[in-house]
């Protein structure tokens, strides 16, 4: 678990100000585009949409006067994860070609890769051609970018099935 002052990018965040003597009124200034502060509660919340390193002041007050501290608070590359569960069974040789579909929950787009079974498939992008019956193994993978940790990678194994063998009688 992060500390109170750590965020991760793309990920809901919040944190309360603390402080004594009976705050009114609160304020944060310099703060991750993304994040707010409520004047009243002093909630500092919101989604970091940019990393780094930020000196936010916050300010106290109340009828009695004031009170100005400088935090740093640290934006942190975001956590991400694929999306795979397209079925994939009962495919066979000579079936029309497929998109496969996955998705990364950074929107950043996503890489398929041939693992093993290559014989039996054309892999173009995301579009599958089945040359043949066999086991494949496909790998799903997100390589990350300045915001986000590369994501786990999904290994799938899919078997393509012969051909189904149809007979046409010919009434002569």
């Known amino acids: 678990r992060d500390s109170a002052l750590v965020a991760r990018y793309g990920t809901e965040y919040s944190y309360q100000i603390t402080a004594s003597k009976g705050p009114t009124d609160f304020n944060a200034t310099n703060l991750p585009p993304g994040l707010t502060v409520d004047y009243s509660t002093g909630i500092i919340s919101g989604e970091a949409n940019a990393t780094g390193s930020f000196n936010v002041d916050v300010t106290v007050s109340n009828s009695s006067g004031m009170d100005i501290e400088t935090l740093t608070l640290q934006v942190l590359r975001g956590r991400q994860s694929i999306v795979f569960d397209q079925n994939l069974a009962g495919l066979r040789y000579g079936t029309a070609p497929l998109d496969l579909n996955a998705s990364a929950t950074s929107g950043l787009p996503i890489s398929f890769h041939v693992v093993s079974g290559a014989q039996a498939v054309d892999l173009n992008g995301t579009r599958i051609t089945f040359k043949g019956p066999g086991m494949i193994g496909i790998?799903?993978?997100?390589?990350?970018?300045?915001?986000?940790?590369?994501?786990?990678?999904?290994?799938?194994?899919?078997?393509?099935?012969?051909?189904?063998?149809?007979?046409?009688?010919h009434n002569q």
């Open 139 to 169: 790998r799903v993978t997100q390589t990350g970018d300045g915001n986000w940790f590369p994501a786990e990678p999904i290994l799938r194994q899919i078997q393509i099935g012969k051909a189904e063998l149809v007979a046409k009688a």
